[in-house]
């Protein structure tokens, strides 16, 4: 009876740090596979495209991602006053380029997720923030939920409105 407890123990001990390695494994690959940067879907004035560069024109565009901004996406307007909508979050780096750009996240802008507005004063919509949100030149207008990560309207007079929370704030007003 005994023998079999321990043959029992033995087997279950020899189980357990198969599953640990496995896990330690698993982990590995995640972790290395967490940074690759993953494709995002949108329409560039109403043309879909998939891919981890979403770049409009020097035209005025409008870009809708419907299902957030991927890690290692970027989105870009380029020049002119350009519409950048997004439902979910961002968690790649959203670029109003030159203009006066409106960029709206309805979602969180996450940890390893950054919107910049651009030369020229943009308006920047997002919930919750934990990445980081630059204005760039002119004067900014940039909305957030609560913000736990960075938000700097840079240059010019900016307004910054964070609902809640007071992450590090830099904007000429703060309301
Ligand atoms: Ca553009
Ligand atoms: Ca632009
Ligand atoms: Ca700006």
Do not use: Q
Request: overall charge negative; charged content about 20%; aromatic content about 2%.
């Amino acid at each position: 009876m005994i023998r079999i407890r321990v043959i029992r123990i033995c087997a279950m001990t020899a189980l357990l740090a198969a599953s640990a390695l496995t896990g330690s494994a698993a982990f590995a690959a995640a972790g290395n596979g967490a940074m690759a940067p993953v494709p995002t879907t949108c329409t560039v004035n109403d043309v879909e495209v998939t891919g981890t560069t979403i770049a409009g024109t020097d035209a005025v565009d409008d870009i809708e991602c419907d299902n957030g901004v991927n890690l290692g996406t970027t989105v870009t307007g380029g020049g002119g006053t350009d519409l950048i909508d997004v439902d979910g979050n961002n968690a790649g780096t959203i670029d109003g380029g030159a203009g006066a750009d409106l960029i709206d996240v309805d979602g969180d802008n996450l940890a390893t997720g950054v919107i910049i507005g651009g030369s020229e004063g943009d308006i920047i919509d997002v919930d919750d923030n934990a990445g980081k949100i630059l204005g760039g030149a002119g004067g900014d207008v940039i909305f957030t939920g609560a913000n736990t990560g960075t938000v700097d309207g840079e240059a010019d007079a900016d307004v910054c409105l964070p609902d809640e929370g007071a992450g590090p704030t830099t904007c000429e007003t703060v309301v």
